[in-house]
């Protein structure tokens, strides 16, 4: 047996505060930058109006605004106690650092491997834009730490005693992560595909899809009224008419042909998207495509060249270790297909809507791609 290094075997021993102090200066870092909380347009306009509603007069508002109600209701929450947005930005802070240890011992019980858990953790707490939004007055943060927990839970499922509640609490995180932001929805869709693949491992493939298929026309109609209920406040055409690739600039924006067809307006939202795209095949697809590169590209012509360097250095290469881990079959099954699935959901949301300015739509799934990468470590005795 090889005799590992002085300096590695101190590594491994002092793992745990080492990372807990990545995670502290990562986080003191934003706050020293951006100030604690962090109050922006959103937060203003829709968050905390909407969160004073509910706790004054118990008020929910419809429209768009009832797509994001999980987070106001957060918000309410510190404005009864008193403690208001600091309140909400602390219980946030301390969400997220429970979030890191979940995801430890998530993938150390996965694959029973510290480097794993190691690697995986320390891409959470020290790569920046994953932490940068505790502070913040939106829902990034708290979605982030719900993907966690989500995963948490369907590794515990694995070998619980009662693996029913385990589903149930996974199943439980998803639904509140989804009520947080409408494309949040993807956790549960996710967390079903795991469901079924264990399902399938069980009692066998083909009485799964049996049920599947039953569940499916069962689901139908309400998915259908429930896809368009999702779709009806967004101005999908009116970005589609535009060519934006990213939400609100012109930046890499397409040029929309003369010929461009627009549905009627007082189509269902999904009926105008799909007949938008029959007839507009090529623009439609090239708006897809390139909203989804975007996605992945992760960075953008006005971040700093810094910025730029860091995501080709370490998000980039880690896209590929993702990519094999995904493919691990040593690793549970479900555990792969529901990280894979949060994100490839992710981006095809984002394909079919549109990007956002600061990529936050994938930082919320980056801990998904940290998983994923994470487990292609097969560093034995550690």
Not at 35 to 60: H, K, M, N, Q, T
Request: with cysteine; net charge positive.
């Amino acid at each position: 047996m090889i005799a590992k290094p002085r300096a590695f075997r101190w590594l491994l021993r002092w793992h745990g505060p080492l990372l807990a102090l990545g995670w502290v200066l990562n986080n003191w870092r934003w706050a020293h930058v951006f100030g604690f909380p962090y109050i922006v347009a959103d937060s203003r306009a829709r968050y905390l109006p909407y969160a004073r509603a509910i706790a004054e007069r118990g008020y929910f508002a419809p429209g768009h605004d009832l797509r994001y109600v999980g987070y106001p209701l957060w918000l309410s929450a510190w404005l009864r106690l008193g403690t208001g947005p600091a309140g909400a930005a602390w219980g946030q802070l301390v969400v997220a650092g429970l979030a890191a240890v979940a995801l430890y011992f998530a993938l150390l019980r996965l694959t029973r491997r510290r480097a794993t858990a190691i690697f995986g953790t320390a891409a959470l707490v020290l790569w920046p834009d994953t932490q940068e939004f505790n502070g913040f007055i939106l829902t990034e943060s708290l979605a982030t730490s719900g993907l966690i927990f989500t995963f948490a839970a369907l590794v515990r499922a694995r070998a619980a005693a009662q693996p029913a509640r385990a589903w149930a609490l996974a199943l439980g995180a998803a639904l509140l992560t989804a009520a947080l932001r409408p494309n949040a929805f993807v956790l549960p869709l996710a967390l079903g595909g795991a469901g079924l693949v264990a399902l399938a491992a069980r009692y066998g493939a083909a009485r799964v899809r049996r049920g599947a298929a039953w569940a499916a026309l069962v689901l139908a109609v309400p998915g259908w009224w429930l896809l368009n209920k999702l779709l009806l406040t967004f101005t999908l055409m009116e970005t589609y008419a535009r060519g934006e690739l990213i939400y609100g600039t012109r930046v890499l924006a397409l040029a929309p042909p003369t010929t461009l067809w627009l549905p009627p307006d007082h189509w269902a939202p999904a009926v105008r998207l799909a007949a938008f795209g029959w007839h507009n095949p090529a623009y439609f697809l090239a708006l897809l495509s390139g909203k989804i590169s975007l996605f992945f590209l992760y960075a953008r012509p006005y971040h700093s060249w810094a910025h730029i360097g860091l995501i080709l250095l370490c998000i980039w290469p880690l896209y590929w270790l993702a990519v094999r881990g995904a493919r691990a079959k040593a690793v549970w099954l479900p555990a792969r297909l529901f990280l894979t699935l949060v994100v490839v959901g992710q981006a095809l949301v984002v394909g079919f809507t549109v990007e956002d300015w600061d990529g936050r739509f994938l930082i919320a799934v980056l801990p998904a791609v940290f998983g994923l990468a994470s487990l292609t470590l097969r560093v034995s005795r550690l």
